[in-house]
């Protein structure tokens, strides 16, 4: 078994711009991004702005999404917004393991929980907090990526979500950018280097 580090926090706390950001940073003496691999999930839900499929997320249609689920193809997948579908692929813990690397998941908080007691002391779980449920709103809509819809499914998720943050080994609150993405990697030095 390798090692895996997950982001978990309500949508718009900046999970994904952390992970972005920590993997394209430069090697240091502890911790090279290049040994880092995101985890691929698929959703049901349509391609925003840029993203890319097989890079971003694998989108599927909800047909193939159940079908994938009746398999058992799936680590862990919810509905984490009604409709919509997100899940872990248990091929993409293989194909990453297989290369020697350690697994980075964005996943949903109920995700991340699931997780963490699969993986145990081999998984790193960070909770991504915002400053405050204001500058999430104000986060969620500079975005600009989801629909008024959207953005009121997010926000009504979040407040139960935020809750949940005891429950996770690290949380790093995410105000200015560069000063939570050096306390992520320092967590993420110290369980590697633990785990090593
Ligand atoms: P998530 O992946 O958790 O849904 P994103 O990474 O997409 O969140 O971030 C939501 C929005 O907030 C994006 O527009 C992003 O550029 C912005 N953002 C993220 N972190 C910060 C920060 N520390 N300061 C200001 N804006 C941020
Ligand atoms: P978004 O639509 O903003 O990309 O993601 C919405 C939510 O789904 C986020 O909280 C994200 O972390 C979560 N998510 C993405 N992939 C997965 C997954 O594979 N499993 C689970 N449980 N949640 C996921």
């Not at 049901?44 to 398999?71: I, N, W």
């Not at 993986?119 to 790193?124: I, S």
């Not at 629909?147 to 979500?161: H, M």
Request: aromatic share 8%.
């Amino acid at each position: 078994m390798g090692k895996a580090i997950l982001f978990s926090a309500p949508s718009g706390c900046g999970k994904t711009t952390i992970i972005n950001e920590l993997m394209g940073s430069e090697a240091s003496e502890h911790l090279d991004p290049k040994d880092l691999t995101f985890s691929i999930s698929a959703t049901t839900r349509a391609p925003r702005g840029e993203e890319q499929h097989g890079k971003d997320y694998y989108f599927l249609s909800r047909e193939e999404f159940m079908q994938r689920v009746g398999k058992n193809e799936f680590l862990e997948w919810e509905e984490v917004y009604s409709g919509t579908c997100y899940g872990t692929l248990k091929s993409e813990i293989e194909r990453i393991w297989n290369e020697g690397k350690v697994i980075v998941f964005d996943v949903d908080v109920n995700g991340g929980r699931n997780i963490k007691k699969y993986f145990g002391g081999d998984a790193l779980s960070i909770f991504v907090m915002p400053p405050s449920v204001e500058v999430l709103e104000q986060r969620l809509r500079s975005r600009g990526t989801d629909s008024e819809e959207a953005i009121v499914k997010r926000l009504a998720r979040s407040a139960e979500e935020l809750k949940q943050a005891p429950a996770f080994d690290v949380t790093i609150v995410n105000d200015d950018l560069q000063r939570a993405v050096a306390e992520t990697r320092r967590v993420i030095e110290d369980f590697l280097a633990v785990r090593s």
